[in-house]
């Protein structure tokens, strides 16, 4: 009897407390994936009723730089996935040194096998900045059918101009300067690729100097991803599509974006909003406004599901197209 007594009470403060029990499924760690494959977690479950946002890291990010953009959105109870992909923060760690290329293509592998793994059931709303934004677009040209809202936030679409035709004059260099190399245009590509990243990345993003091995990493992502071109398959996607357009992206030119963005087929542009007064790194320039907009997009808000331009004022706290005016968490940034 006394058995049965403890179980009833057992069960009772489950029932009382489904908050706290629904905290159990929180994860930050590492979880297994394949048999040889373990990432980096952090997710918080979405209290009742409201959405869950995917999180795709940037090159050279970990879940780290996303703290002050996921903190007002869990306060309002979005569910929150980041993870560190292959080659990233926690991850890289446990597999360092990475001395591979690591193919695009096996990320957004690893992304539908984590999301399968942690039951976390979709449409989903994926959110990712730069690298992420074109691992976001892979993953919602394979699986349309997973995918509520794609939020781009100064995606990768196409190689770094710059960079592209600085290797390629390198190339064309050795090859008049040394006839008889052997070395085939993609072997000459990496070799002026891996100088690119080794001796630019420290200076332009800091954060690459936080261990040894992620110079080697970012390298070996890029490598997989450069022959990656998002804007030549931008018409073939079928999931609305929000982008975000920093005003002062110190990295891509805001005609590249626009170039993608044309592509789009117009029954898939839902909003694109120029985030004025920020760099590259929106969500860590503006997080509480970028934060902000993403919960209007999550929340359904019927404006931004037309295919609108919009003005972001991150200090107003306001986002603005025609005479309509969304009111934002901002001023404070």
């Keep these: 009897m006394k058995t049965l007594i403890s179980i009833l009470s057992v069960l009772f403060v489950m029932m009382v407390s489904g908050f706290a029990f629904a905290k159990s499924d929180e994860v930050n760690g590492f979880v297994k994936i394949a048999k040889d494959r373990e990432l980096f977690v952090n997710y918080v479950p979405a209290a009742t009723g409201q959405p869950t946002l995917i999180v795709l890291n940037g090159l050279t990010y970990s879940t780290i730089e996303w703290d002050s953009f996921v903190e007002p959105l869990q306060k309002r109870g979005v569910g929150i996935l980041r993870y560190d992909m292959f080659g990233m923060g926690k991850t890289l760690l446990k597999y360092a040194p990475t001395t591979k290329v690591i193919p695009y293509k096996s990320q957004v592998e690893d992304l539908q096998k984590l999301l399968s793994t942690l039951k976390i059931r979709g449409p989903y709303n994926i959110v990712g900045l730069s690298y992420g ?89 890029v490598q997989g991803i450069r022959k990656y071109r998002p804007t030549d398959l931008a018409d073939q996607l079928a ?58 997009i999550l929340l359904g808000n019927p404006l931004l599901n037309k295919g609108l331009d919009f003005q972001g004022y991150p200090y107003k706290g306001e986002a603005r197209t025609g005479n309509e005016t969304i009111g934002l968490t901002g001023g404070k940034e």
């Design 133 to 221: 934004g074109g691992i976001g677009v892979a993953y919602a040209l394979d699986n349309p059918q997973n995918v509520k809202n794609l939020i781009l936030i100064a995606p990768y679409t196409e190689p770094l101009a710059g960079q592209n035709n600085w290797i390629k004059a390198q190339i064309w260099a050795t090859r008049q300067l040394f006839p008889l190399n052997l070395m085939t245009d993609d072997q000459l590509y990496d070799f002026y690729l891996h100088q690119i990243v080794y001796t630019t990345y420290p200076q332009a993003e800091p954060v690459v100097l936080r261990n040894p091995f992620i110079l080697e990493s970012v390298f070996r992502m």
């Design 239 to 296: 999931v609305p599509t929000h982008l975000m357009v920093a005003s002062q992206d110190q990295y891509i030119p805001e005609g590249v974006l626009l170039n993608f963005w044309d592509k789009v087929p117009s029954e898939a542009r839902a909003s694109r909003i120029f985030v004025n007064n920020s760099e590259h790194k929106i969500p860590e320039a503006v997080p509480n406004f970028a934060a902000s907009w993403i919960y209007q």
